[in-house]
T-cell receptor, first 108, second 114 residues
Framework: RKEVEQDPGPFNVPEGATVAFNCTYS??????FFWYRQDCRKEPKLLMS???SGNEDGRFTAQLNRASQYISLLIRDSKLSDSATYLC?????????FGTGTSLTVIP | EPEVTQTPSHQVTQMGQEVILRCVPI?????FYWYRQILGQKVEFLVS????????KSEIFDDQFSVERPDGSNFTLKIRSTKLEDSAMYFC????????????FGEGSRLTVL
């Protein structure tokens, strides 16, 4: 059983498009959730934490739905520089569980 | 901005050799982790460490692996007798708080076993 599951994609979208990623988690005891961005051959970098009330950071909006046990990431007005793999993660106690990542390519 | 640092950035070794990967977690963090990522695959959990002992380890973290915090700043991963399939990127990570804190990764150590 995978703790965190996400669609691996790839998502190929034109510049300026809005794209949404979803991620489901199986452990209802998970306390915190995060989205990470990983560029090719680089480390995952924290993009944003995800709060129950939803949170926004510029073109990025993250939402958490505890009842349905999923988190989402919305990217508006996609830029070429948004091309990367996006990993969702959940924290249960001191353990972090990562999804397989969703690949995004923004096309000019 | 505080960051997790790792050395070496790349190590090439012969099969059967011992390898030590080093990490300096962020100074006020209490929880330390090693993850690995085989090229093109997902980030896999290896081991977590808190209060000078392993708190959890995965099936990957067998007897060939060990971790140590030899002093107040370094956190090391040792692979005793490397195998070809150990070739991967190894990420060290640290977190400040239990339950809600984010996880911060180092830039990784790429291990190539020949």
């Amino acid at each position: 059983r995978k703790e965190v599951e996400q669609d691996p994609g790839p998502f190929n979208v034109p510049e300026g498009a809005t794209v949404a990623f979803n991620c489901t988690y199986s452990n209802s005891a998970s306390q915190s959730f995060f989205w990470y961005r990983q560029d090719c051959r680089k480390e995952p970098k924290l993009l944003m934490s995800v709060y129950s009330s939803g949170n926004e950071d510029g073109r990025f909006t993250a939402q958490l739905n505890r009842a349905s046990q999923y988190i989402s990431l919305l990217i508006r007005d996609s830029k070429l520089s948004d091309s990367a793999t996006y990993l969702c993660a959940g924290r249960t106690g001191n353990q972090f569980y990562f999804g397989t990542g969703t690949s995004l390519t923004v096309i000019p | 901005e505080p960051e997790v640092t790792q050395t070496p950035s790349h190590q090439v070794t012969q099969m059967g050799q011992e390898v030590i990967l080093r990490c300096v977690p962020i100074s006020n963090h209490l929880y330390f982790y090693w993850y690995r990522q085989i090229l093109g695959q997902k980030v896999e959990f290896l081991v977590s460490f808190y209060n000078n002992e392993i708190s959890e380890k995965s099936e990957i973290f067998d007897d060939q692996f060990s971790v140590e915090r030899p002093d107040g700043s370094n956190f090391t991963l040792k692979i005793r007798s490397t195998k070809l399939e150990d070739s991967a990127m190894y990420f060290c990570a640290s977190s400040e708080f239990s339950g809600t804190g984010e996880l911060f990764f180092g830039e990784g150590s790429r291990l190539t076993v020949l």
